[in-house]
């Protein structure tokens, strides 16, 4: 009777186990690599992988945002796969087996180009500020990004190539800044700040927040300037003490206000013409207001500039 018992119980555990086996490889065979939040290199190959195949038409950022997550569902769609948002590993095989073929036709800026020119390609666009990534002689998805917004601003094929005109373009941009003021090549930086800043249009207002999740004023300039390799304090406080005071404000600036209370409370940023865009606890979502607002003009403390 008790050597019964034991083969019963004995049994039972062989079929629990088993059991749990079987959700376990399933549940492999369904993994999640990358979904909506996620942040990184991963996320940067992934956005660049769907830049290649005409999916994504945002910045390589390594931000696992909402137009990420749109071009995942739209290429999934028409990859006859669950279109669901998530880069699981059909999904991350789909893509690479696409990219692959997408890059046959033609030899690539990758695989054409040495080191050595990949490292001269990166200092050209950096000089003219269209690439913030480190200059390493590796063509990654931040060079690739750099070089179609490139093109793409120079009425060229945005192929990713550096082709004669390409490399023509090239030339004569980034030899542009020995031949003019210092205040057109901050002005290329500025513009560069407020192309960021206003993807981000519309994303909700979160006390303390600091991220596409959510921002508070301060926690959106810090994060648009971080983005393109400026530090700044956390605070719009601290903010204030940081860079060069201006008594006119250029695009890219600072622009401060007293609000809720003494000092410098609210931050911004001038994006041209008398505007300024934040992210606004009023409107609770990142806004484009102007300075001449009847609240914002009795408020306006002054403008620092940071680049």
Known sequence: MRKNRKN???????SLMLTMTVPATNAYAKQVLLQQGANGNEVLQLQAQLQQLGYYSGGVDGIFGPGTFSAVINFQRDSGLEADGIVGQQTAQALKSSSTTAGSGSASTETTMSA?????????????????????????????????????????????????????????????PSSVSRGSN??????????????????????????PGGFDCSGFTSYIYKQLGVGLPRTSTAQFQAGVQVSKPSVGDLVFFTTYQRGASHVGIYIGNNQFIHASSGAGKVIITSLSDAYYSKRYLGARKVL
């Open 8 to 14: 019963i119980i004995l049994g039972l555990v062989i």
């Open 116 to 176: 050595d020119e990949v490292l001269r390609l990166q200092t050209m666009l950096k000089t003219i500020g269209y690439y913030q990534g480190g200059l390493d002689g590796d063509f990654g998805p931040l060079t690739r990004s750099a070089l179609l917004n490139f093109q793409t601003d120079s009425g060229l094929e945005a192929d990713g190539v550096v082709g004669p005109a390409t490399l023509k373009a090239l030339q004569g941009a980034s030899a542009a």
């Open 186 to 211: 901050l002005n290329r930086k500025g513009d560069a700040v407020v192309s960021l800043a206003r993807k981000y249009l519309g994303t909700r207002y979160a006390w303390a927040g600091s991220s």
